[in-house]
């Protein structure tokens, strides 16, 4: 989970003493020092949150406050996605592109009333505040939001919890989000999460973050998790991992994301283009791509780890695993990666390299465990 530069200093969330008093494993990870662990170990951290509540510490990403009339049609000039009907109270998956159509970042967008509030990516918010102060500095007022932290509470009984403390969310659907008071405090809450089951994030004051981790903690239900399960409960529901599945050298319709490009941003659409790379990715849509990203089911119990080349049946290599390991849930290894759009149906047998030797994976369909969203 490794992902910093040994240079440089880590950084630390507000939650940084709570892990280490829970016996966290601390690791560096975007530029922070994170928990990839705690002493229950990641199955069961995994297990817990498919059947329970995990609590995740996700205050290394970056939170953004867009505001001004003109913020939305701004920011829809960065994005494929229609962000100037967002409706008031709801949040959108969003992708920053560029030139080529390439991927710079994934994004949630959520339109808050008076503001856009953004959630983006540790290891590339940096250059995501800097992209949108160079492309929208006089349209809109940019606010990097530093002295919050945010938590994920995800799993089925999230829903629970979390109205046990503040009643009004439980009026909250998937991809919603509102203001709402916890321990006296205005949080952000919104019902979303990286782990496929239904759950939360919420943006909290730093000041207030550990006092609401301890409540959410002292709740039955919750237990927390780090790093090592996110990234399994994230691969197991067939979710992204920017920088591994996502790059700047891969389009959106390459990544298997077309559902996430708004028709209203089509070709056809009202408000066709008008972002980074719109030509490019709207020829792909038209005409195709030579690869896709794809799930991957190894039929032996042997992890498939990111970088392993993958062949088809003449041992010509054909593709390349982003990401993969043991799904707790599945009962066995699960992997993504991109392959030859001609190999990309489902069911297609090929074969990753392990160690030198073959290991058999069949294409399939993602999610690997249904997703779980509260829909109301």
């Known amino acids: 989970m490794s992902d910093s530069s040994p240079d440089q200093p880590l950084l630390r ?9 829970l016996g966290a494993r601390m690791v560096p990870f975007a530029g922070y020092d994170m928990p990839v662990q705690y002493p229950a170990g990641i199955i ?29 049609a701004a920011l829809e000039s960065l994005v494929p996605v229609d962000i100037v009907d ?23 967008v959520a339109n808050l009333g008076d503001c856009l509030f953004l959630v983006v990516n540790a290891a590339c918010k940096t250059q995501d505040i800097a992209h949108l102060r ?3 500095a006089g349209r809109c007022d940019i606010e990097v939001l530093t002295d919050r932290a945010l938590l994920a509470l995800q799993g089925p009984a999230a829903g629970t919890v979390l109205a046990r403390l503040a009643p009004a969310t439980a009026k909250l659907v998937f991809m919603t989000i509102a203001r709402v008071p916890l321990l006296g405090v205005e949080c952000i809450v919104s019902r979303s999460g990286y782990t496929g089951e ?11 973050a550990d006092a609401l981790a301890r409540l959410l903690l002292a709740q039955p239900e919750v237990q927390p998790v780090g790093l090592g399960a996110r ?3 994230r691969l197991e529901a067939g979710l992204c991992l920017y920088g591994h599945d996502l790059d700047p050298a891969t389009t959106p319709v390459e990544g298997s994301l077309l559902w996430a490009l708004s028709k209203v941003r089509r070709a056809d659409g009202a408000r066709a283009g008008g972002y980074p790379g719109a030509d490019v990715i709207q020829r792909q849509i038209a005409e195709g791509v030579a690869r896709k990203r794809v799930g991957l089911l190894p039929r032996e119990r042997v992890p498939v780890r990111e970088g392993a080349d993958i062949v088809d049946a003449d041992g010509r290599i054909v593709g390349k695993v982003t990401s993969g390991g043991f799904g707790p849930t599945v009962g066995g290894p699960v992997a993504m990666g991109y392959v030859d759009a001609a190999l990309a149906t489902p069911g297609t047998r090929l074969g990753a390299i392990v160690r030198g030797r073959t290991v058999p994976v069949d294409v399939a369909k993602t999610p690997f465990v249904p997703q779980r969203y509260y829909r109301g």
């Open 231 to 233: 990234d399994s409960l």
């Open 198 to 208: 239904d759950g939360f994030e919420i943006s909290v004051p730093a000041d207030r």
């Open 13 to 21: 969330t507000p939650l940084h003493a709570l892990h280490v008093e």
């Open 134 to 136: 160079t492309h929208l």
């Open 44 to 72: 069961k951290e995994h297990a817990h949150t498919r059947t329970q509540a995990g609590l995740f510490d996700v205050s290394h990403m970056g939170q953004i406050r867009l505001s001004g009339p003109d913020a939305a």
């Open 86 to 108: 967002l409706p008031a109270g709801m949040q959108r998956y969003a992708l920053f592109t560029n030139e080529t159509g390439g991927i710079l970042d994934d994004l949630m």
